[in-house]
Structures are given as structure tokens and as C-alpha cells.
């Protein structure tokens, strides 16, 4: 969480509180075009983007946040965020806060070094997992100890991303096209869309492209499908009270079956559990 955001820009609205964590709802009013201020995290955060497009900047690297992606912040750290590509209606983010302690404390629970507490990465691609528990979070309310629990998996599925390894960095044209790449597939996420419609986006060709998106994001373009897939459907359930088989179509499976494996797989609990508030959501990353 930042200290020195003007408030006229960001506004943070508490979700809930614990010793040395915070959820917090953060709403930022930059349009597009207004200048990269200067800022610097008061606290480790992992923030979850549920609206909205923007660069992000910080000492770990530069990374173009859209929504579903997460940004990761480390304590007394500066960081500057940018709006060039904004929509000019500003975006919304849900932010995890932990001090040092706290990180420090679940690293060792999760048998990692609290030497290596420092996030290594300025954002990372969308985890559903991640969305579900802090999504989940917010909407359960402060009862008992769900703000510990959730904070200790969303450390662990995290952790578990970073430590996948990340590939050679980029050049900044290939990091264009890819990003051309994932606009497409995010807003075509819930059509038959095929390799080869997504690389013509992106002006490469299909093995070019499959080859520059995971040197790009440390994914495959398969896999930021799927979990946009998954995101869509994740709102789709906690939004509507459409049926599961609905939900599936809506969000681009062609076949329930597929839909109910892919669901189990990512959250661990059947579509219908995450309407109920399931707590296998909060079982350790496999």
C-alpha cells in the first residue's frame, strides 16, 4: 500500500483488518495521459486488478496490469504507475496487505527462507485461485479467522508462481506483440477463438507467437486462455445465479464436462462450492 498517493487519485476503502494485515478495496481516479507519480510501498501487497488497464513500475520491473492480473509490491520499495492505455474511467483493485513480520512468518510456515520474502517479480499473469480466495475474502465479512487463512494461501499460491522461474526478459518489441496477444484472447476469451486469429492480432506467426508469449508473461498462450476462461466463469458464479451449465457456455467451454475438470483442477471444489464459499479454496497450492 503506498504512502504518498495524492488522495484526490486513490482512494482506499478498509475491507478488513488484522495484526499486520489489511484488505483493503482500492479505487484510483488517474485518466489517461496523467503523469507516473513517484510512489513507495508502505507494506508487502499483492493486489488483485478487477478493473481496468495500467503500467506498473517498480524496482523488480516494468509490467502492463490488466484485469485478473496480480501486482506484487515489496515494503519501502518505490514504485510509479502509468495510465497510457487507460479507458479514462480510472480502475478498481482488491490490495493484501502484510508487513514484514507477517510475510516473514508464512514464508516459514510454508518452509520457504525469509530471505527470499522479497517478491522478484513486479506482476504476475492471473491466478483464478488467487481471484477466488480474495474475492471470497471480501465478501464473507471478518468473522473468526478467514483473513489469516486466506492470506497464508494466497502467499503460498503466489510463492508457488514466482518460483515456477521466469524466462529471459523480452525485447520490447516482442513484449508488444505479446501484449497484442493477451488483448485478444481477454476479449475474446469466451469464443472459439483459434492460434492463428490471435497471432494475426499480434502480427506474428503461430509457433512465433506461442514461442514470444511465454518468453513474454512465463506462460503458455493455452494457459492465459484457460484461466481467462476461468476468471469469466469465477464472476459469472459469484455475480449471477445462472446454472453451472450456463456459466460453462458463457465462459467459453463447449462442453460441461471439460468445464467441471478445469474448475476442480484450478480451485479444488466442484462450480457450485465457490457459490457456497467452499473451503477447499483454501487448501495449500498442489
Known amino acids: 500500500m503506498p504512502t504518498t498517493a495524492p488522495e484526490a487519485e486513490r482512494r482506499y476503502r478498509p475491507l478488513q483488518r488484522g495484526p499486520g494485515l489489511r484488505l483493503l478495496h ?9 503523469p507516473a507519480l513517484d510512489e513507495e510501498h508502505a507494506a508487502f501487497s499483492i493486489t488483485l486488478v478487477d478493473r481496468g488497464h495500467f503500467g506498473y513500475r517498480t524496482r523488480a520491473g516494468s509490467v502492463r496490469l490488466a484485469p485478473g492480473w496480480l501486482m506484487l509490491g515489496n515494503a519501502g520499495e518505490g514504485y510509479a504507475c502509468s495510465h497510457d492505455d487507460s479507458d479514462g474511467t480510472g480502475d478498481d483493485c482488491t490490495v493484501l496487505s502484510l508487513s514484514a513480520p507477517q510475510l516473514e512468518d508464512a514464508l516459514e510456515a510454508l518452509g520457504a527462507s ?4 522479497r517478491f522478484t517479480r513486479a506482476g504476475l499473469p492471473p491466478l ?15 468473522e473468526g479467522f478467514a483473513l489469516e487463512e486466506t492470506a497464508l494461501a494466497v502467499v503460498a499460491h503466489v510463492r508457488r ?14 513484449e508488444e506483440r505479446a501484449r497484442a496477444a493477451a488483448h485478444c484472447i481477454e476479449t475474446r476469451s469466451a469464443e472459439a477463438v483459434s492460434v492463428a486469429e490471435v497471432a494475426r492480432a499480434a502480427g506474428l506467426g503461430s509457433f512465433q507467437l506461442l514461442r514470444v508469449f511465454r518468453q513474454s508473461f512465463g506462460v503458455t498462450l493455452h494457459q492465459y486462455l484457460m484461466r481467462q476462461r476461468l476468471l469469466h466463469a469465477l464472476r459469472l458464479l459469484r455475480d449471477t445465479a445462472l446454472p453451472v451449465i450456463d456459466v460453462a457456455y458463457e465462459a467459453g467451454w463447449a462442453d460441461l464436462s471439460n468445464f467441471n475438470r478445469a474448475f476442480r483442477r484450478e480451485f479444488g471444489c466442484p462450480p457450485s462450492g465457490v457459490r457456497r464459499g ?3 479454496l483454501l487448501a495449500p497450492a498442489a
Open 26 to 34: 482500492c479505487r484510483c481516479q488517474a485518466r489517461r495521459g496523467d
Open 114 to 117: 525469509a530471505a527470499v520474502g
Open 128 to 142: 483464478p485461485r488467487v481471484a477466488a480466495l480474495l474475492q471470497a475474502l471480501d465478501r464473507e465479512g471478518d
Open 161 to 174: 508462481a514466482l518460483d515456477a522461474g521466469v524466462a529471459p526478459v523480452p525485447l520490447p518489441r516482442q
Open 278 to 280: 467452499d473451503r477447499r
